[in-house]
Nanobody
């Protein structure tokens, strides 16, 4: 059974850092694209980043470029989202999602959309506040 479990969320002050984890079970990351999304209260779920089975990553919104990076540890079947210089507006529930994807291909802009993905984790809360 394919399952995604996020962890690492919490309360952090503006300017701080957090590293979120997305542990995948029931499948290997080689043939899946993993996306990170976030949803703030009253807002739509927003695509944050994606990493392909080959480890090629993309960060989508300009608001997080240069601050967020995504990586994979295939020995742990885990994808990470490193978030630096966090801002109050980064406060949201963060989700990871998976979709089968040929490792030859990276993550195009299509992978920024909720409908692209088949499997979702339960989310982890990130709160940035002083």
């Amino acid at each position: 059974q394919l399952q995604l479990v996020e962890s690492g969320g919490g309360l952090v002050q503006p300017g701080g850092s957090l590293k979120l984890s997305c542990f995948a079970s029931g499948f290997t990351l080689d043939y899946y694209a993993i996306g990170w999304f976030r949803q703030a209260p009253g807002k739509e779920r927003e695509g944050v980043s994606c990493i392909s089975g080959r480890g090629v990553s993309t960060v989508f919104p300009s608001s997080v470029k240069g601050r967020f990076t995504v990586s994979t540890d295939k020995t742990k079947n885990t994808v990470y989202l490193q978030m630096n210089d966090l801002k109050v507006e980064d406060t949201a529930v963060y989700y990871c999602a998976a979709v089968p994807n040929d490792p030859k291909f990276g993550c195009s802009e299509r992978f920024a959309y909720v409908g692209r993905y088949d499997y979702w984790g339960q989310g982890t809360q990130v709160t940035v506040s002083s």
